[in-house]
């Protein structure tokens, strides 16, 4: 069996994002940026499974981003990733969730061997469409199973039975290998990588393709645009009402009604 | 231009290697995760949280600048950085990571035996078996040349016979670094826990370095075998030899807490509103923020250079002593500015500010009181020591 996880770089989420001027991105110089956590449970639970099994042949790590996203591969392969590898071309660098997942799936087509299992996070903490893991899965043309909270993968590795919570109720969804599966948090708690594991990762091989590798780069049938962000509006001033609780109820009903015009 | 980074005003981070930064980043996710949420609890009970030492191996932070028998292999400047973040933490998990690698496991590589070194040091690695070094004595700690603890040559064998006071992790210990005199000098043994005669007691009532364990040792005619002796150690500059390893530690893990109250006064002086505007709007305010920021500037600049003097092998042991004395300074400084920035608030352990202040009283003093390690520098300079 063969094992692929997509990981993304992310700002950390502790990061104070600033919107470019012409609204275009983020502005990304001096951003603390991290591995997406949903893509990090992905990566544990490939490890996990490979060392639960053992049929497992290998578990590769697969990223699309700038030369800073080295760092994402590294962590995953310190994590226990065997090999990763990079999609980074500035014809690649976009906004589009559609449009990535696009790119990633040719890169995975390249590989010959192919995967029987490959594994998302639920969704990225920056761009939050969720959608890079049901079109990947849609255009390497596998099954797809989302927001995975419980898996068991059959002995014989040819089929999976995933759980996901749901409204109220659990859905148990059995599925045909190979396929896709997005994971949400709660499944597998993500190792700390050691920094010996650190330092080994770094001899691990790590393959780059740019847009020479990818044949037809503007082939992209990505649906979406996405057209501007802005950052969210500045909150409006807050009025402190002083006074006695009687006089200062009558003044909040006063204003509800006259300023807020709510009531 | 980039806006500057407050808490590395001079890109100490570009100095770094992608390795070092991936060292630090790792061990700084660690703590935020794992340390802070629950270390101040900790303090306030005055116990160790002898549940992070399994995760701490696991990291690879025990003896992770020493080579082979399952140490980490990576170079001074990730082990300063590895301090530095867990200091951030807390001293206490800094002080426990310190005297296991840098005062227990380095004799060990560095003097000992072959077969000590099998025996020890994976398992010391691993964080299955734990050390502590025994060099101070209720008689003053700063002139370890006049200890009383004696060990006499008996057939194949030493009897130990004294005292040890103020034992980093002595209670915890399977194995005590225990330095004593002898007919021919200072010699280092291994004194196990279980022998017969030797005993430890925890020191209570601390109010400094309250996450960690601190303990006396008490040895009465303990016989250890000569196998369990430091063979290449001889004469104070053995145990002097560790101490410049866990030195260097410290020079850089004292710039964790001062990041971190730095961070809580810059951050508290922003919301805090005073007579109309807030804190950090305040002439005699910003002076104080500037200059805890000048002060850890430098301390990094210092560190980072004094590791790539040891990573150099051109380190000189009072380099690590101006390092130590001027780091340990700036550091309880501006803990203590940063408490009484906080106001009342910076009384509570709430706050970082308080716990960290309290615990620098500790790390100022041991390793080398500041006056100890000011005239060993002046020794140098002057070639007289006054001591
Ligand atoms: C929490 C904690 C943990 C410790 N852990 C360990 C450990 O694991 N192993 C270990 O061996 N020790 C440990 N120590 C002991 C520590 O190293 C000693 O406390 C330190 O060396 C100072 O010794 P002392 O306390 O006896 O003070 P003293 O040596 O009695 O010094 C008292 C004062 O006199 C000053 N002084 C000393 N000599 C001179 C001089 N010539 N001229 C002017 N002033 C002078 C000192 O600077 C100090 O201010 C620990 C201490 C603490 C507080």
Redesign the interface.
């Known amino acids: 069996m063969r094992i692929l996880t997509v990981v993304k770089q992310v700002p950390d989420s502790n990061a104070t994002i600033k919107v470019k001027g012409d609204g275009s991105g983020i502005e990304t110089?001096?951003l603390k940026t991290v591995c997406d956590p949903f893509d990090e449970f992905g990566v544990e639970l490939a490890v996990q499974t490979r060392e639960k099994r053992s049929d497992v042949d290998e578990v590769v790590v697969i990223c699309l981003g700038d030369d800073s996203a080295s760092?994402v591969l590294?962590?995953a392969l310190a994590m226990g990733a065997d090999r990763a590898i990079h999609v980074n071309d500035p014809k690649f660098e976009s906004m589009n969730e559609l449009f990535d997942a696009w790119v990633l799936a040719e890169a995975i087509k390249k590989d010959e061997k192919g995967f029987d299992l490959i594994v998302c996070g639920k969704h990225n903490i920056d761009l939050d469409s969720g959608a890079v893991g049901p079109a990947l899965a849609e255009f390497l043309n596998v099954p797809h199973v989302g927001a995975v909270q419980g898996l068991e993968i059959a002995d014989d590795g040819s089929s999976l039975t995933a759980r996901r919570r749901i409204e109220g109720a659990e859905e148990v969804v059995e599925c045909s290998m190979p396929a896709l599966l997005t994971i949400e948090k709660g499944l597998v708690e993500p190792r700390?990588?050691?920094?010996?594991?650190?330092?080994k990762a770094?001899k691990k091989p790590v393959e780059v393709l740019t847009s020479a590798d990818i044949s037809d780069a503007d082939a992209s049938t990505a649906g979406t645009d996405l057209v501007s962000i802005s950052p969210p509006p500045p909150r409006p001033e807050c009025k402190m009402i002083e006074g006695e609780p009687e006089e200062m109820a009558r003044e909040l009903v006063k204003l509800l009604r006259e300023e807020a015009k709510v009531v | 231009m980039e806006p500057v980074d407050p808490y590395d005003f001079f890109r100490f981070r570009d100095n770094l290697t992608e390795d070092e930064r991936q060292v630090q980043d790792t061990v700084a996710r660690f703590v935020d995760d794992r340390v802070l949420p629950t270390i101040a609890e900790y303090f306030e009970r005055d116990e160790f949280p002898r549940e992070l030492i399994q995760e701490i191996a696991e990291l690879g932070l025990l003896g992770c600048n020493l080579e082979g028998y399952g140490c980490g292999g990576l170079n001074h400047v990730c082990y300063g950085l590895t301090c530095m973040e867990l200091e951030r933490g807390d001293s206490g998990i800094r002080s426990f990571v310190s005297v296991q690698g840098s005062l227990c496991m380095w004799p060990i590589h560095t003097y000992g035996t072959e077969d000590q070194k099998q025996r020890w040091l994976p398992g010391m690695a691993k964080g299955e078996l734990i050390g502590c070094f025994g060099l101070t004595e209720p008689d003053g700690g700063s002139d370890p040349g006049t200890m009383k603890t004696f060990a006499k040559k008996d057939g194949d064998d030493w009897v130990i016979n004294g005292a040890k006071m103020w034992i980093t992790n002595g209670c915890l210990a399977d194995v005590a670094i225990v330095w004593a005199e002898t007919d021919d000098g200072v010699r280092g043994f291994l004194v196990e826990k279980g022998m017969s005669g030797y005993s430890t007691r925890e020191i209570k009532r601390k109010f400094s370095l309250r996450a960690s364990v601190t303990s006396e040792l008490f040895f009465e005619n303990v016989r250890v075998p000569d196998a369990n002796r430091l063979p290449e150690a001889k004469g104070l500059a053995g145990p002097l030899g560790c101490l410049t390893q866990a030195r260097f530690g410290i020079c850089w893990g004292v710039i964790g807490p001062a990041i971190a109250c730095f961070r809580e006064a810059l951050e508290y002086s922003k919301v805090r509103v005073l007579f109309g505007s807030p804190l950090s709007h305040k002439q005699a305010i910003q002076l104080r923020l500037a200059e805890m920021s000048r002060q850890i500037t430098m301390a990094q600049l210092l560190a980072l250079q004094l590791g790539r003097m040891k990573d150099d092998k051109v380190m000189h042991h009072t380099q690590v002593s101006m390092a130590k004395w001027n780091n340990c300074r700036m550091a309880i400084d501006l803990c203590r500015e940063a408490r009484d920035l906080l106001g009342a608030s910076g009384i509570t352990v709430e706050f970082s500010p308080i716990r960290h202040m309290l615990n620098l009283e500790s790390v100022i003093t041991y390793e080398g009181t500041e006056t100890i390690h000011q005239l060993a520098v002046a020794r140098e300079l002057t070639g007289a020591a006054a001591f």
Not at chain 1, 192 to 199: D, G, K, Q, V
């Open positions: 110089a001096g760092g590294r962590t700390y990588p050691s920094l010996p594991n650190l330092m770094k």
